[in-house]
Nanobody
Framework: QVQLVESGGGLVQAGGSHRLSCAAS????????VGWFRQAPGQEREFVAAIRWSGSTTFYADSVKGRVTFSRDNAKNTVYLEMNSLQPEDTAVYYC???????????????????????WGQGPQVTVSS
């Protein structure tokens, strides 16, 4: 069973940058799609970015495209979310998640939907102050 442990939550000033990490244990991520989601108070969980571990294409939500970079370290089984030009509306709890690649086939848009992810990190808070 995959376990995801996130780190890097905190307070950031508007216009600043911040990086979140998510380390996986309990198995290889080779057969998974790994995604980042966020949830602001009173709002639904929102897709941010995703990557199929066995591939190279990264998918981004339109709301963060150009400001966010999703990277990974295969040797460490760790993914990172680098966020730039942060604004108060980026304030949210940020979750990393892993879903079986079999449930999220290539060409499918299921990577955007939280219900296809089986394992979740604890979700650190990122607060952007104006």
């Amino acid at each position: 069973q995959v376990q995801l442990v996130e780190s890097g939550g905190g307070l950031v000033q508007a216009g600043g940058s911040h990086r979140l990490s998510c380390a996986a244990s309990g198995g290889t991520l080779w057969n998974y799609v790994v995604g980042w989601f966020r949830q602001a108070p009173g709002q639904e969980r929102e897709f941010v970015a995703a990557i199929r571990w066995s591939g190279s294409t990264t998918f981004y939500a339109d709301s963060v495209k150009g400001r966010v970079t999703f990277s990974r370290d295969n040797a460490k089984n760790t993914v990172y979310l680098e966020m730039n030009s942060l604004q108060p509306e980026d304030t949210a709890v940020y979750y990393c998640a892993a879903g079986s690649a079999g449930s999220i086939p290539c060409g499918s848009l299921r990577y955007k939907l939280s219900r296809y992810y089986d394992y979740w990190g604890q979700g650190p808070q990122v607060t952007v102050s104006s």
